[in-house]
């Protein structure tokens, strides 16, 4: 192994919706955090592994920081908050294009209390002209002592490079936490679960997305190499889980088919996907309901 081999935790974090999930796939150069163009979509923390020949980063993409209307919404920014604490460098994610707010306000006051050294991520610099690029950056460097400004855009790559030449510039020696082909730590039923979540959010209606938990209920190779996946999706309404089975069955097929090609993608392995909706009213405000449905809360007392 090199003499100067580095490694560290790197969290990412900012507003909803700004970009950090589509970042740590491109990062890790495979899909382990769900992407959605609706606002909230990463609950938990998700980890992600890079590996090179010089460098392990473990970067964790962390739940939209956003005012909470539910234990749930207080659960993932608390989840969120707890990372300040717990990486070498903090990302702070921001989508160039919209303008500076409360949430960014937030998300900076919060910043201030740590020591942890942060970047300030310009994303989505791919749909904005260079001279306002450069009014952004003037503006945001009178509002705190970043220890680097890198833009970039998630989604095509432009400056990713840069970004993480920097970021193993500043971690120090250390040593490979994870064999080098692993690029998440979450195991398989988190990502398969997270997996059916997205296409739910992508199908249907507004109200429908932040009101849904998944949760496996088995998940075991069968004879010929088949793997058969019984996974339950829970609302908190009738309507809602109308809206998710639809007109004879039809919406549910359609994420049953298009989360069965992601999966099938991750294990390598054709799978048969066993879709269930299951009403449980008002599970988000519920503190156990939370911890079974994975979304435990003991570690942030």
Do not use: C
């Not at 006051?109 to 050294?117: F, Y």
């Not at 790559?157 to 920097?166: A, C, I, S």
Request: zero cysteines; charged letters at 25%.
């Amino acid at each position: 192994m090199n003499e100067t081999y580095k490694s560290g935790f790197v969290a990412l974090v900012g507003r909803p919706n700004v970009g950090k999930s589509t970042l740590l796939n491109y990062i890790v150069g495979e899909k382990i955090a769900i992407m959605s163009d609706k606002p909230q979509t990463t609950r938990n923390k998700i980890q992600g592994i890079y590996t090179s020949e010089t460098a392990q980063l473990i970067f964790i993409d962390t739940p939209g920081i956003h005012k909470p209307k539910h234990q749930l919404g207080d659960f993932m920014v608390r989840a969120a908050l707890s990372t300040f604490r717990e990486v070498d460098l903090i990302l702070f994610v921001v989508d160039v294009n919209e303008p500076y707010g409360q949430g960014e306000k937030f998300i900076l006051e919060k910043l201030k209390e740590t020591n942890t050294p942060v970047f300030l991520v310009l994303n989505k610099i791919d749909r904005m002209h260079p001279e306002q690029l450069l009014e952004k950056i003037a503006a945001y460097r009178e509002l705190y002592q970043f220890a680097e400004i890198i833009p970039v855009s998630a989604l095509n790559g432009n400056n990713v490079t840069t970004l993480m030449e920097q970021i193993i510039r500043y971690m120090d020696e250390g040593p490979q936490y994870y064999p080098a082909d692993e690029i998440t730590d979450h195991p398989e039923r988190f990502i398969v679960s997270e997996f059916i979540r997205e296409k739910i959010i992508h199908l249907t209606e507004e109200e429908v997305p932040h009101s849904i938990a998944v949760v496996i209920e088995e998940m075991k190779e069968r004879k010929g190499g088949m793997v058969y996946i019984s996974a339950l999706v829970l609302v908190e309404r009738q309507s809602q889980k109308g809206i998710i089975i639809g007109k004879q069955g039809n919406m549910l097929k359609e994420i049953g088919k298009r989360a069965r090609k992601d999966i099938e993608a991750l294990l390598g392995s054709n799978v048969y996907l066993d879709l269930f909706v299951k009403v449980d009213k008002n599970w988000r405000n519920n503190r156990r309901q939370l911890s079974e449905y994975g979304y435990d809360q003991t570690h942030l007392e």
